[in-house]
């Protein structure tokens, strides 16, 4: 009996380092920093929703002074690729990634490059 004991408290110690590890890479998360074309608050509000909209983004603040939006999110459930994407697809440039043209052609007037000039 004590045997058996014994053995079952070396295998939780030898369980329960790899059982820990792996629960806190799930919740890894990463920040990217992405140059856009915004101009407005209008702009700001359509950014930040496109990309909470993608599952594993935790949070988007756009900074309408430098354009840059910062995204926290999961990389094993979306990519930054991705994130550039759904800002491509609300009409506004990412990074190397540019607005999608049809996306771009609905926004307000305010909301394309030099609206506010």
């Known amino acids: 009996m ?7 408290f070396v ?3 030898a369980v329960l380092p790899a059982m820990l590890f792996a629960r806190g890479d799930k919740n890894k998360t990463e920040t990217a920093t992405i140059q856009t074309s ?3 608050e209008s702009c700001k509000s359509r950014i930040e ?5 993608l ?7 756009l900074n309408l002074d430098d354009k840059k939006v910062t995204v926290v999110y999961s990389p094993k459930k979306v990519s930054a690729d991705e994130i550039k994407k759904a ?3 609300a ?3 990412a990074d190397e990634v540019t607005a999608d043209n049809d996306a ?7 909301c394309k490059k030099g609206g506010h000039e």
């Open 104 to 110: 771009y052609s609905k926004l307000p007037a305010c």
């Open 2 to 8: 004590k045997s058996i004991k014994s053995i079952s």
């Open 11 to 13: 295998l939780l110690l």
């Open 87 to 89: 800002i491509s697809k």
């Open 38 to 40: 915004a101009q407005c």
């Open 91 to 93: 009409g506004y440039d």
């Open 49 to 53: 929703a496109a990309v909470k909209e």
């Open 55 to 61: 599952k594993g983004v935790k949070s988007a603040d």
